[in-house]
């Protein structure tokens, strides 16, 4: 949603939506900007700050400058579905595809690839049904992967006793 209303309002983007391409006009973007945005404060911001800051005195990753590396791998891409306050929050398929759109745009831009494709209803339903039984190895895991292809990612303390 963040991309229509960017795309909408002339702003460019990385990326189109379906509300860009149906062809929102810059009111309704906006106002589907503001929607996501709430959804972002209510489910996530919670632990993840209002600005995406995290906390890593408690575990919580910084999504700034980093959270866009997850796209760069088929695996990051479905942790970002997968990861339990995710998974689990009370956002249906497609607001929480709009809300994982939102924050790959907001806070890491730089990091998305040029190829990025925004995440779908019918790929966030497929993959959230399938729950991590611990996600502290799944993390580990990608942040080496994503290490070795040139894509650090945010200080994750949750778990740290269980480094590889």
């Known amino acids: 949603m963040l991309c229509a209303a960017r795309a909408a309002a002339g702003e460019g983007g990385a990326v189109q939506t379906a509300a860009a391409q149906a062809g929102a006009d810059p009111a309704e973007a906006q ?7 709430a959804d972002y404060v209510l489910q996530c911001a919670g632990c993840h700050r209002v600005d995406g800051r995290g906390s890593s005195r408690h575990g919580i990753p910084d999504f700034r400058d980093s959270v866009g590396a997850f796209v760069h791998m088929p ?3 479905e942790y970002l579905i997968r990861v339990p306050g995710a998974a ?13 759109n939102w924050v790959l745009e907001e806070f890491s ?6 190829d990025f494709r925004p995440y779908g209803e019918e790929e966030v ?7 991590y039984e611990d996600v502290v190895p799944v993390r580990h895991a990608l942040a080496k992967a994503l290490a070795q292809r040139g894509f650090p990612l945010a200080e994750y303390s949750y778990g740290s006793d269980r480094k590889p």
């Open 88 to 100: 689990q929050s009370q956002l249906n398929d497609a607001e929480l595809a709009a809300v994982l």
């Open 109 to 114: 831009p730089a990091q998305l690839p040029a």
């Open 31 to 37: 106002r589907l900007r503001q929607g996501v945005r």
């Open 75 to 77: 695996a990051g891409r």
């Open 125 to 131: 339903a497929e993959a959230r049904r399938r729950r």
